[in-house]
């Protein structure tokens, strides 16, 4: 009824091909933003703090993987380490030159993960699949010992652990002990907005067809003046940096330092990984849907429960959790294999199409 | 520093020859390990291409159940064969519910697929078993226990018992499914879909069926592979991410190839204990966490297909 295309006359191409073909979608969106400026400021620090800044990470990251994965059609299985080096370089960079911004630093960050991606993503000119899923986990395993092993990175700290320093932005602080959940949620919001914008950008744009090209035909692509070499080295460089950027973040707007070692194990991986797949490989929107549900799912399961009378004990309830998550999974993968975004398209088709069937 | 790297680790090496034989054999019989977890992957890639991530959980599925079932109280070999049937099950199960509906989808959807089975499991295997880590019933299924001490080459070797017997075992069992896929009927079908798909459907060999009957035949190695693990240290879930370590086996032996699963479980784990015992001082130790995935990644970029591996793999 209201999700329709009449009376929209396009008269010219630009408005043909736009991101949003139909008004209803901009203003949706605008409303989506709207609201995750407007409602966190009315919820609890609990709600904040474990639902809605780890959700905002994980879709960055997930964002970041999906242009390479879905995107430029390479697997990789590195994205915890990567993001891990996003992580500790703005340790670093943030300890030895304290005087400026932290956010600076975390996108600087970025560049020092997309360096260290495109170093690990060499492989990726010899071969895809799963046997380049099997070559970034090399880069996941030795990552995750440097980060361990090189006391240098953690600043010889004691307990091997990063120590979050205060830092604030225009006089709020933004990182470490002091810093409200609300606030830091809404410096991850910004830079998530910013990112999820350029990335729209980059993959409707020259680039992001030379992606797809090689993810679709990487020999027809080749013949149409498309370097392989380059193009997928750029996508391990871009996605790198977001993974970077988003390994930063999480480090410093949500952990807060702490259990730094584990957090960017292989598990971290996979879950990105999953994320973009049962979002939907090749969709920007999926990133957003594959981390609600692998995120939120869990954390339901594990709040939501017992409030509607289905009282668990902790260690139950972390089994079950394993156990709906899994067949969640199973389940959405045989009702849509193409992931929740397509979902998502064919409900949008039903609706302007609404009430014929076709 | 360069004789630190070049040299001394060899010298080493030839004044004390009883500890690179004790690296050696520590090293043989991480790689049967190793192999024995490839050989799960690579039956089920072999015969429906699907990258199967669940195969370690399942290595921990089944060792849970063995033990599970006899401390329920069911004698130890009546456990083993109840065990067997649970994986039979297990396979048919999953052949049913998951492989069947995703019939024809990319291998990534299948891949995401068994991701699910492998929550699944951990999810059904703690609802059950808990989620304690278990002592394998070694005793109950005679597994040897104790160690040989071999005085040799000036010093002294010492080889536990179970571990040549999981040496054996698994030298058993990998020569039980040569003869199984060579000579049987069954074993020709699977060569036969191995090949193509398609092929094999129109001569009648029917998919589905194959497709339980290697789930079930990767199962059977994930217990025997659980037993000789769980027997080693404790069946706990942890070792699933050990299961990872399988991965680079598989590049240097090629997906789909299995005497290349056990030449590079081997190659992996004797490379990975020396590597760790040599080298692995003068970088401050654990190394055996990546030094596999990063001579699998060097073999790569010289030889895409593994060792044996199918000449037609997906490059540039």
Redesign the interface.
């Known amino acids: 009824m209201l999700y329709r295309e009449a009376g929209l006359y396009k008269k010219t191409y630009e408005a043909d091909m736009a991101v949003f073909p139909i008004r209803q979608d901009l203003i949706g969106v605008i409303l989506i933003v709207a609201a995750a400026f407007v409602l966190p400021a009315f919820m609890s620090n609990f709600m904040i703090g474990t639902v809605l800044i780890p959700f905002l990470v994980f879709s960055l990251a997930a964002i970041g993987l999906n242009l390479l994965t879905g995107y430029t059609g390479l ?1 990789s299985l590195g994205t915890g380490a990567f993001m891990g080096v996003g992580a500790y370089a703005c340790y670093k960079l943030t300890t030895a030159f304290p005087g400026v911004n932290l956010i600076v630093w975390i996108i600087v960050s970025g560049f020092f993960s997309a360096a260290i991606g495109v170093l690990f993503g060499l ?1 990726s ?7 380049l899923a ?2 970034t ?2 880069a996941q ?2 990552l ?2 440097c980060f ?2 090189i006391p240098w990175l953690y600043n010889y700290s004691v307990s091997g652990a990063i120590d979050v320093p205060n830092r604030t932005l225009f006089g709020i602080p933004i990182a470490g002990a002091s810093a409200t959940p609300l606030t830091r949620y809404y410096v991850i919001l910004v830079i998530l907005i910013a990112m999820t914008w350029i990335a729209s950008n980059i993959v409707h744009g020259r680039i992001g067809r030379m992606w797809m090209a090689i993810r679709d035909m ?2 027809a692509a ?1 013949l149409m003046g498309i370097r ?1 070499l380059q193009t997928k080295l750029l996508a391990f460089a871009v996605s790198s940096f977001y993974c970077g950027v988003a390994g930063a973040v999480m480090m410093f707007l949500w952990y807060g330092g702490g259990e730094a070692k584990d957090a960017f194990s ?1 598990n971290l991986s ?1 879950n990105i990984l ?1 994320m973009v ?2 979002g939907g ?1 090749g969709s920007i929107v999926g990133a957003f849907f594959g981390a609600a549900l692998l995120h939120l799912v869990p954390i339901f399961l594990k709040f939501g429960l017992p409030a509607f009378g289905f009282p668990l004990a902790g ?2 309830a ?13 389940f959405f ?2 009702v849509e ?1 193409h992931g929740l975004a397509r979902l998502w398209a064919t409900a949008k088709q039903k609706l302007r199409m609404w009430p014929f069937p076709y | 520093m360069l004789y630190n790297i070049f040299i001394d680790p060899f010298v080493q090496m030839v004044q004390m020859p009883d500890l690179l034989v004790q690296t050696l054999w520590e090293g043989t019989v991480a790689g049967v390990l190793y192999a024995l977890i490839a050989l799960g992957f690579v039956l089920i890639f072999k015969a429906s291409g699907v990258f199967n991530f669940a195969q370690g959980i399942m290595v921990v599925f089944a060792g849970l159940t063995l033990v599970g079932l006899h401390e329920a109280g069911v004698p130890a070999l009546l456990a083993l064969i109840l065990t067997v049937g649970v994986m039979y099950v297990l396979a048919f199960g999953i052949e049913r519910l998951v492989l069947r509906p995703l019939v024809n989808q990319p291998d990534i959807i299948l891949f995401m697929a068994t991701f699910g089975i492998t929550f699944l499991l951990i999810g059904l295997g703690e609802f059950i078993f808990g989620g304690n880590p278990k002592k394998m019933i070694t005793d109950e299924l005679f597994l040897p226990k104790g160690a040989i001490n071999i005085e040799m080459l000036g010093g002294r070797v010492t080889i536990q018992k179970l571990d040549i017997a999981a040496a054996v075992i698994a030298g058993l069992m990998v020569a039980a499914l040569a003869v199984f896929f060579q000579s049987t009927r069954i074993g020709r079908a699977l060569r036969a879909v191995a090949d193509s798909h398609k092929a094999a459907l129109s001569v009648g060999i029917s998919l589905n069926q194959i497709w339980v009957i290697v789930w079930f035949t990767a199962g059977l190695v994930a217990l025997v592979t659980g037993i000789m693990w769980g027997a080693r240290s404790d069946v706990s879930f942890g070792l699933q991410i050990i299961a990872l370590k399988a991965l680079p086996v598989l590049i240097l032996g090629g997906f789909t190839s299995v005497p290349g699963a056990i030449v590079g479980g081997l190659i992996i784990g004797i490379g990975e204990k020396i590597g760790e015992f040599y080298w692995g001082p003068l970088v401050g130790g654990g190394i055996e966490s990546w030094l596999a995935f990063l001579i699998a990644l060097v073999f790569l970029l010289f030889r895409p297909q593994g060792l044996f591996g199918d000449k037609i793999i997906e490059r540039i």
Request: charged fraction near 15%; avoid cysteine.
């Open positions: 697997l492989p000119l010899r071969i895809k699949g799963f046997y099997v070559a986990l090399a395993f030795f995750e010992w361990v092993r990487d020999i080749e392989p292989i996979f999953f797949i049962i490989l260690a139950t972390e089994h079950l959790t394993h156990l709906l998550t899994g067949l969640l999974i199973i993968l045989i294999p």
